[in-house]
């Protein structure tokens, strides 16, 4: 069973960038299909982008395309999100996911990180 834990999130203004870290431990991380999702207050969480588990298949929401980036260090356990040109409306809390390959759903997930970006 994997553990997860993000870092990264903070506050930040429009057009700036963050990246997200979410380190996992407890598994065999080649194994998982990694998704980084948000949920911000009052909307229901939404998936952002997602990476298969080699890293070579990426998909992203049509709300972040061109303007985030997934990648997977398979060596350190790793999954990152990269996070430019960010919006106000990508405000919200950033949950790092997992599922196993033949899996349908995520059932791993971090405790989440805040991203606040200001007007």
């Known amino acids: 069973q994997v553990q997860l834990v993000e870092s990264g999130g903070g506050l930040v203004q429009a057009g700036g960038s963050l990246r997200l870290s979410c380190a996992a431990s407890?598994?065999?991380?080649?194994?998982?299909?990694m998704g980084w999702f948000r949920q911000a207050p009052g909307k229901e969480r939404e998936l952002v982008a997602r990476?298969?588990?080699?890293?070579?298949?990426?998909n992203y929401a049509d709300s972040v395309k061109g303007r985030f980036t997934i990648s997977r260090d398979n060596a350190k356990n790793t999954v990152s999100l990269q996070m430019n040109s960010l919006k106000p409306e990508d405000t919200a809390v950033y949950y790092c996911?997992?599922?196993?390959?033949?899996?349908?759903?995520?059932?791993?997930w971090g405790q989440g990180t805040q991203v606040t970006v200001s007007s």
């Open positions: 996911a997992a599922r196993t390959i033949l899996a349908s759903e995520y059932a791993y």
């Open positions: 407890g598994g065999t991380f080649s194994n998982y299909k």
């Open positions: 990476i298969s588990s080699s890293g070579g298949i990426t």
